[in-house]
Nanobody, 126 residues
Framework: QVQLVESGGGLVQAGGSLRLSCAAS????????MGWFRQAPGKEREFVAA????????NYADSVKGRFTISRDNAKNTVYLQMNSLKPEDTAVYYC???????????????????WGQGTQVTVSS
């Protein structure tokens, strides 16, 4: 029932910026925490960032702290990931996801999300 569509990926030079967007369907978007994950070639999907249902709390993987910012606009059913100071190691397919439980607080594991977008490729050249 819930559909997530990511956009904004592309190729960027190291040190550059990209802003990813995730548009969500559904009538209860504002009740759920949202997260961003990424998967690089040959690696498992890893947590990047999460934001609470109201947007009042956020959490980030250590590897992106200070560089990435997650935000949301509940009126538009959209979550964003602003990525600055990009590094080649940020290269991956990025996925947005919705928490499986409305009461979940900043879930960090992919197991705690049950709706996923199709992914958008981010490639950072050196």
């Amino acid at each position: 029932q819930v559909q997530l569509v990511e956009s904004g990926g592309g190729l960027v030079q190291a040190g550059g910026s990209l802003r990813l967007s995730c548009a969500a369907s559904g009538r209860t978007f504002s009740r759920y925490a949202m997260g961003w994950f990424r998967q690089a070639p040959g690696k498992e999907r890893e947590f990047v960032a999460a934001i609470s249902s109201s947007g009042g709390r956020t959490n980030y993987a250590d590897s992106v702290k200070g560089r990435f910012t997650i935000s949301r606009d509940n009126a538009k059913n959209t979550v964003y990931l602003q990525m600055n100071s990009l590094k080649p190691e940020d290269t991956a397919v990025y996925y947005c996801a919705r928490a499986a439980q409305a009461m979940a607080v900043l879930p960090l594991s992919s197991y705690e999300y049950n709706y996923w977008g199709q992914g958008t490729q981010v490639t950072v050249s050196s």
